[in-house]
């Protein structure tokens, strides 16, 4: 460490994605930036699933960035979202997580405002006995929350505040895209959804969820039972942006790993075994021997396939240290009761308590705790180089870098 005070920062080079400096993880300036220029800018954030909202009026409250919101399935059957913020002072129109409504009444002062977000009523707006009251000339469709514009795609619903953000397929590119629709082919069904507090920054977790390199290293369940190796094939798409990713990873072939085994590993312990191998079984129900696919959508994606547990993930900041990620197992309306039980099953594999991804919960804190006070250093990303793109080998920082490139088009920094 150098004498260097905590406030200081250590300048980023432009074009170098290959070192990120260590304040942008704490940085309340940089926190503020990144509310105006990702969570308010060209990006489609990720809302919610269509099936959590079946019915007309069915509707859930998020967050884009720190802006609450409100999505909701109109009378006319289509999905809407505005701010969570009454027209009159500010209060939140809904308070719960989620709910069915006619309108959105504010508890306030009882102003209500209608499925999509408009201004339909203000209470007592004539006064009293002739005194008091609205101007005559108050006009309720000058005044409501922030609409938001949606687009539903396999099932996903998201929003953007932008008017210069593409459309969902163009801000995906094409071979992200194809892999969403690979999972995301049939109507969806919700098996639970739960909230994990991650103690970290949010982009320190968004860049562990893009970080092939460290999957078999970290998560000893995944190299010792050969769910995930380095040495399987596999590979990371990055779309052209560097804001998306795929990885994937082949199943593995059986027998001696020699590559692997030849690292001596902490994450390859050959003399464990399962007592009940079961949670390992598999059915290959895309067809093609891929069991394990992670994608992300920035800023705030992921879609899991690990065996045949399937999840979204949402990423919602909570401030510079703090960040919930937001859990929803899922399968398809179709699953029969095997698939069903499968999925339970893998379901263990995952989430704050699962035999894999725990790890992910703890390490993005240890790093968060670890660069405390090192605003003037910064970490190394130089596997596979100094790329961008696709690359099919997983010992790569590729879209690790993507995420950094699309980020600073975004935030200026
Ligand atoms: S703040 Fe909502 S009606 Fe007054
Ligand atoms: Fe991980």
Redesign the pocket.
Known sequence: MTAHSTQERSAWPQNELTRVPYWVYDDQDVYRQEQEGIYQGPVWNYLGLEAELPEKGDYKTTFVGDMPVIVVRGEDGTISAFENR??????L?ALKNRGKAQNFT??????SHDLKGNLKSV?FRRGINGEGGMPADFDLKQHGPRKLRTETFCGLVFGTLSAETPDIETYLGEAVTARLRRVLHKPIRIYGQYTQALPNNWKLYFENVKDTYHSSLLHTFFATFKVSRLSQGGGVIVSDSGGHHVSYSLSHKGGKDEEFAKEGLRSNQEDFSLNDASVLDIVDEFGDGCHVQILSVFPGFVLQAIHNSLAVRQILPKNTQQTDLIWTLIGFTDDDERMQTLRMKHANLVGPAGYVSMEDGAVGGFVQRGTAGASCESSVVMMGGSSTLTSSSRASENSIRGFWKFYRNLVKL
Do not use: D, F, I, T
């Open positions: 009454c027209s009159h002072r500010g209060s129109l504010c508890v306030y002062h009882a102003w209470a």
